[in-house]
């Protein structure tokens, strides 16, 4: 069964891009970043342009990707097989095409080397700078896209319910971790999103610990922070637990955490400003004497990439509008104790939100 | 037990870098690619630039990092936290600095955007495209870095060999990479180099296929192509398996690209060209008829990361030298009907080569 949107998802996503082009006076977009590409015309391959101009869109790969990219391809998209380089034969779309002379490409994305070779050997043209264009239509989700990303908030929860069985006394962190990815895959996911992080005792207070050897023991924290991949999107889920009865300090930063996590979603809505719902978090971390032991912003957008917009920090500059699918994820960390995070997968909406996430946010005893 | 260099190594590695500065004129390095982060310094996190001066190195880096760099580095780098960004961070360093004015950045790391932010907060120097002055050092392999890709080929060819027992009909692609990622992390595996390929059937002539929902049927060729990552350092192999008894087509290109692989690794020798290893191989899949079917190169170098110089094809330009490590992966892709690929791992040595990979490369039958 495959979630993957119809054509007509893809079509008006072009057509967005289209108008964007044409509001900034583009002629045409060079699309390198593979996500985008992905967004745009359904191929999966790792090597890949798309040319977009107003009136046709090009794919261009190599020979190895010359069946997958027939049956991936959306209608409306062409595709051509670069004999030597990708360079070369977008310098030769770049003859034939009628387009004008301005064509944007994606400067975050475009190495320096890459912006170099593309003046060399696709000069017909003049090359400006695209700035985000394609990010800031992919922050907003359609109705499919939320649907990926359930589906893969779904696959995580199921797996995370087959794996506590192994958080016992004695298991190492990356024992645990192999357990957590084998059943993901199992239940259904794709690559992971990004390498789970298994943090226990004073290992969950690294923010960005990596599974160690370190084993479990009677007391400990348990920091479990994963997600699962379904048709390309990504999940993004923090769960905690501890090893037998929690102690009052456990208890107390972990009851904070999920205050700060309740605020932050009740503030979570279209027209609301990011930095408003980071502010709901802070907040209720500050009042609790423990804001100098949350170092990072409280969450990001999640799609085809695990990290991509909106941020939800306190330099956010974005609102948030319908359709925006954000993580929500304060934190208290306390330095060679232990720390708490947790972290949700939450919609914007008209008037309210949708969170995704369903598994208990509770400090489950083990 | 680490098999981490010894601080030695890396500051050994650190003077070379320095010595091809002076080379080059250039008055300092920045470096943005986090292998080559890893291989200077040991540093393992996410985020972080590396400021290399004739008299000093500096591993700017943020907040989450902070206990893990003091852990990791090696002695001779001074650790930087930045405050609020990497740059605004390396501009303050720069200020501060003994350094002339040239200082090299890596342009085939650095996006367009990012050198322009570059030119902003850190304008005090005149920045210059640094080339491949740290892939070329790093193709070169120390006796420690050996020894890592030797273990992560162990790793890989254990895990294989206990996932031989899923290989059965009814069992979908997917569910026997699933089975194989389990096993290479409970083998020892750090983060998968890349996502095993497991093709079968016709699927097994996609030279990129990704595992699917397909099943196992009798008289499938199967084509499993994955690798395991020690200390950083990446494994790439690829065998064939058939299930039950394999037919004379399948025997037959099997055999092919058997003596393919056997004749290019006679030539990987230090001081030949890396195209004559690929003509090797080549040249044997020609005479048997199939030269249109092998469409890609006969291998890359393998390192930290799994793709990395030199590369081992016709258009090389380098000679090999002792301590290179690459894959020799020749192949022969029916469209339709299967394919087959076989990759090993060899060292380039003063008057020959070293073959790290041990698992028969025969067309196994199961």
Redesign the interface.
């Known amino acids: 069964m495959s979630r993957e949107p119809a054509g007509d998802a893809r079509s008006l996503r072009l057509r967005r891009v289209r108008d964007r082009l044409h509001e900034v006076r583009l002629d045409g977009l060079l699309v390198s970043h593979l996500p985008g590409i992905r967004w745009l015309t359904g191929f999966?391959?790792?090597s890949a342009f798309l040319f977009v101009e107003p009136g046709s869109a090009t794919l261009i790969t190599d020979?190895?990707?010359r069946?997958?990219a027939a049956e991936e391809l959306v209608d409306g998209v062409a595709i051509s097989i670069a004999e030597s380089d990708l360079f070369v034969e977008l310098g030769r779309c770049l003859q034939e095409c009628e387009s004008g002379p301005r064509v944007g490409?994606q400067?975050?994305?475009?190495?320096?080397?890459d912006?170099?070779v593309l003046g060399e050997k696709c000069g017909s043209v003049l090359w400006e700078?695209a700035g985000s264009i394609l990010e800031d239509l992919r922050a907003t989700k359609d109705a499919g896209e939320i649907d990926s990303i359930a589906n893969a908030v779904e696959v995580a929860e199921t797996a995370l319910s087959e794996t506590t069985g192994f958080m016992t006394e004695g298991v190492s962190e990356?024992?645990l971790?192999?357990e957590l990815?084998?059943r993901l895959?199992?239940a259904g996911s794709g690559?992971?999103p990004f390498?789970p992080i298994v943090a226990s005792g004073p290992r969950s207070a690294?923010?960005?610990a990596?599974p160690g050897d370190r084993r479990l023991r009677e007391g400990d924290l348990l920091l479990i922070d994963f997600g699962a991949r379904v048709d390309g999107y990504c999940s993004d889920i923090t769960r905690m637990f501890v090893l037998g009865a929690a102690q009052p300090w456990q208890r107390e930063i972990h009851a904070t955490v999920l205050e700060a996590v309740d605020r932050a979603i009740a503030a979570t809505s279209a027209g609301v400003p990011a930095q408003d719902v980071d502010r709901a978090a802070r907040n209720v971390i500050s009042e609790a004497g423990f804001e100098k032991y949350f170092?990072?912003g409280t969450g990001h957008g999640v799609g085809l990439e695990v990290h991509e917009g909106p941020s939800v920090n306190a330099r956010s500059r974005e609102t948030l509008g319908p359709g925006n699918v954000v993580t929500i994820e304060p934190a208290v960390y306390l330095?060679g104790r232990g720390g708490v995070r947790l972290e949700e997968v939450v919609v914007a909406e008209e008037g309210g939100r949708r969170v995704l996430t369903a598994y208990p946010l509770a400090l489950r005893e083990l």
């Open positions: 999966t391959g790792s020979f190895r990707y069946t997958q490409f400067d975050h994305d475009l190495t320096v080397r912006r170099r700078p990356t024992e971790a192999a990815v084998y895959h199992r690559s992971m390498d690294l923010p960005h990596r170092g990072h330095p």
